[in-house]
């Protein structure tokens, strides 16, 4: 495939990692990467070999070029704008023991807290089938917010479909705030994902313990909507039925990552034409597969690796 399937915009941040388990405040050093929800979706397509375009803004820095050169060099399309006066964003991610993952942002002030509506791409967005965005962005700054919703109108205007995963992020703002602002999209949006905590957050009337009740609540006419249900699997209604897929069984070392790998698979799952319930067992063996490493999508499978992942992956754990 040449033409472009799949847009998103969002930001990355530069991202410090420990390399081992313990306190910052006594490791002596870290490693650098970069993370973001919509960069890790958009490798995550293209390693599944969907050609996917992403849109953000980084410093004029060297953890801007860092992040920019990594994109691109996954074969993501990038449209992203060097910001001379503020900084490229950057998490800290370590592991205080071995039963926890914690993640710091630092990214108030960000290059990608000052997107605006003219930094979306001329003409980008209508060539492609789905425009992917997340919660995150609009929790960012009210800029971004109008640019999330200039992007999604411009997407509706086109007949492109809209994905959103609500992707909350508490740290950002609150439950009441994200609900606000997604109900400037949510009319448009053609499939939704989150877990039950998200998607209660857009639907607050129904029963949180019940991913059926979340599901039918949310499902408005043509609207497919997906629960991720992590190590139960997922669950989607879609066309006023609903479907059900277990979960694969793996030794989780890192979860952060994992819901960007699922919608990953599920959109190239669609895009494949492929029907809904495999659809599911894409995703949930993505999302799997991204448990496995430290790694927020270093290790996204690519399609020689769907055979092994779909079939529970070899007997012999040493390649030879």
């Known amino acids: 495939?040449?033409?472009?399937?799949?847009?998103?915009?969002?930001?990355?941040?530069a991202m410090m990692r420990s390399g081992t388990i313990g306190s910052l405040a006594h490791l002596p050093s870290m490693d650098i990467s970069l993370g973001g929800a919509e960069s890790n979706l958009a490798i995550g397509l293209r390693r599944l070999e969907v050609p996917t375009a992403w849109i953000s803004r980084v410093g004029d820095d060297p953890l801007g070029q860092r992040v920019v050169r990594e994109i691109r060099a996954e074969g993501v399309e990038v449209h992203c704008d060097f910001d001379p006066?503020?900084?490229?964003?950057?998490?800290i991610k370590s592991r205080p023991n071995v039963t926890s993952t914690r993640v710091d942002y630092y990214r108030a002030g960000s290059a990608a807290s000052a997107l605006e509506p003219s930094h979306l791409p001329e003409g980008l967005i209508e060539q492609a089938r789905i425009l992917h965005i997340s919660g995150i962005t609009s929790l960012l700054s009210a800029s971004a917010h109008a640019t999330v919703v200039a992007a999604v109108r411009r997407a509706a205007a086109a007949g492109v479909q809209v994905s959103l995963d609500v992707n909350y992020r508490s740290r950002l703002g609150s439950r009441e705030r994200l609900a606000q602002l997604l109900g400037d999209v949510l009319g448009q949006v053609d499939l939704l994902f989150g877990g039950t905590e998200e998607l209660s957050i857009l639907a607050p009337e129904a029963d949180e313990s019940s991913p059926h009740s979340l599901l039918e609540a949310?499902?408005?006419?043509?609207?497919q909507v997906v629960v991720k249900l992590g190590a139960d699997g997922a669950s989607a209604l879609a066309n006023g039925r609903l479907y059900e897929a277990p979960g694969r069984a793996v030794d989780v070392v890192d979860t952060v990552g994992a819901g960007d790998a699922f919608v990953a698979g599920y959109l190239s799952a669609q895009l494949d034409g492929l029907d809904v319930p495999t659809r599911l067992r894409r995703a949930n063996a993505c999302g799997a597969a991204a448990c496995t490493t430290p790694s927020d999508w270093e290790d996204a499978p690519r399609r020689i690796d769907l055979d092994a992942l779909l079939t529970g992956g070899v007997s012999d754990p040493v390649s030879r």
């Open 1 to 13: 495939m040449s033409t472009l399937q799949v847009v998103t915009v969002g930001e990355t941040m």
């Open 85 to 91: 006066k503020r900084p490229t964003g950057l998490m």
């Open 218 to 223: 949310l499902a408005a006419e043509g609207r």
